[in-house]
């Protein structure tokens, strides 16, 4: 994986005043310390999805009686942490033959961290979400848009209270790395959920707009310029101010189809091999922003393609209308 610069540890630069400015203390749903015996209840019923190489595994089961999707990480390991690690850790030879060593390491509890994301309620699409499935290319014209997809997504899409949440810092509010106040062209900026901040080679950050009236970039015309220019600087700056991370290795992109119809654009390290950057899904920003330039309604005319998963119900619309080819 591709180093995107040598600050290892992005935290450190966030001053105190500026988590103050952005309302940690009044946040009541980050009640972090509530949440530490959260798992212990966790009834797995399915392993939905698992990848030794990503070293991740995303479950289905019961928590409280509620339907719940768990998704355990491993993370990378950081070089800050690299001395600590060799002077405090225990090490269990397994084999030795020549010159050739291996051990088990076994570091202390705070550097042997797993990420642990948690969505409960989970809905029956979350589970699906997380699912390994085949997937197919849909090639959706503007007229499917609007006859197929939009009501689809009028009637099905996931929610977005936990982005209002964060628009209205009731959620997040302590995480937020640069806020752009104005309705019109003002954005939220933070990092994302999948993002543990602990080091800058897996850098992702979300931009949520303020508007609330733009799903996708379906919704897109040339009168969203200054609000998309205003994302791409403001936020490559304070990612450079915040991070050291400089524009030049950062991917910008909107994911279409979206999974949450509030837009927001996906700010990733370019060698980061982030999930959702290939070019069936990743739109990158300064390509939307020419396309509205040479075209204002470019993304209301054009096909866009996009993968759907075998048992997703939009895929079995866009069947219906005889717009699948086999
Ligand atoms: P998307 O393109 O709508 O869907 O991106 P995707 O999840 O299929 O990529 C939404 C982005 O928001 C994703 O990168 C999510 O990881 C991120 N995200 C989702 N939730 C529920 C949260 C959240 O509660 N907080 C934050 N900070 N990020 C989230």
Redesign the pocket.
């Known amino acids: 994986m591709a180093s995107t610069g040598k600050r290892e540890n992005p935290n450190i630069g966030i001053t105190k005043s500026k988590r103050q400015k952005s309302g940690a203390d009044s946040d009541k749903i980050d009640d972090l310390a509530a949440s530490e015996s959260v798992l212990s209840g966790f009834k797995l019923k399915t392993v939905l999805r698992d990848s030794a190489r990503e070293k991740n595994i995303f479950l289905h089961g019961k928590l409280d009686d509620h339907e719940a999707v768990v998704i355990l990480e491993k993370t990378p390991i950081r070089e800050d942490t690299l001395s600590e690690m060799f002077s405090g850790s225990r090490l269990k030879l397994e084999m030795k033959n020549d010159i050739y060593s291996t051990y088990q390491l076994q570091p202390p509890a705070h550097l042997n961290e797993i990420k642990t994301t948690v969505v409960c309620p989970a809905t029956e699409k979350h589970v699906k979400?997380y699912l390994c499935q085949e997937t197919f290319l849909v090639e959706e014209t503007g007229e499917d848009y609007r006859s197929i997809t939009l009501p689809y997504i009028k009637s099905q899409s996931f929610g977005i209270q936990?982005v209002y949440n964060?628009l209205e810092k009731k959620?997040?509010a302590n995480?937020i790395v640069y806020e752009d106040p104005d309705q019109d062209v003002g954005f939220v900026l933070?990092?994302?959920?999948?993002w543990d901040q602990k080091q800058l080679d897996n850098l992702?950050l979300?931009a949520i707009v303020h508007r609330r009236d733009i799903k996708s970039l379906r919704d897109l015309t040339a009168q969203h310029l200054p609000l998309l220019r205003n994302i791409r600087q403001k936020g490559e700056k304070s990612i450079l101010e915040r991070y050291g991370v400089p524009a030049s290795k950062m991917r910008v992109y909107l994911?279409y189809q979206?999974?949450?119809y509030h837009l927001?654009v996906?700010f990733t390290a370019l060698g980061y091999d982030a999930?959702?950057t290939g070019v069936e899904r990743a739109h990158l920003l300064s390509d939307v922003i020419q396309n509205l330039l040479a075209d204002p309604e470019y993304y209301h005319s054009r096909s866009l393609s996009f993968p759907l998963r075998a048992d997703d119900s939009l895929l079995r619309e866009f069947k219906e209308a005889g717009r699948l080819s086999t």
């Open positions: 979400k936990w964060i959620a997040e995480r933070l990092p994302d959920l999948k992702y979300i994911h979206p999974s949450y927001h996906h999930p959702g």
